[in-house]
């Protein structure tokens, strides 16, 4: 029971570190914006920007975890790495990047999150329960 209700909590955390990568395209710009669970951008973070296996762009997102981009290619890879093994990927073709706002995409993060949540401590009591069953 102990390892379970471990591996619960660890699983739990690993939600912390997770970086999210939102891009817009406005006149053929690409706006890239990366930030971790907690809110805070992902500043001085790696980014590559590949073709299928070809790297076409290498450089660092800023301070406010942003980096603006013109495409040359349709069809593009979007890495972010904030070392740690903390990565975001994304294939995008650039007629198919949905127009959405930022502040929208972060108050639905946000209720994923919450939902996650919701449904890791839901996990735990079902375990719980379970377990107080069959010990019966």
């Known amino acids: 029971m102990k390892y379970i209700f471990l591996f619960c ?20 710009t690409l706006e890239i914006y990366s930030y971790f669970a907690s809110g805070n951008p992902c500043k001085s973070c790696k980014l590559l920007i590949k073709n299928e296996d070809k790297i076409i762009l290498e450089d660092v997102l800023n301070e406010e975890g942003r980096y603006i981009y013109r495409p040359t290619v349709k069809a593009i890879e979007i890495v972010v790495d904030a070392s740690g093994g903390h990565i975001a990927k994304e294939k995008l073709v650039l007629e198919n990047i949905k127009q959405e706002n930022l ?16 449904l890791g401590l839901t996990l735990i009591f079902l375990v719980f329960l379970v377990l107080k069953k069959v010990k019966k």
């Open 103 to 118: 502040q929208t995409h972060i108050k639905e993060e946000e209720n994923k999150k919450y939902f996650n949540i919701l």
């Open 9 to 28: 909590l660890i699983f739990n955390f690993s939600y912390a570190h997770k970086i999210n990568l939102f891009v817009t395209n406005e006149n053929n």
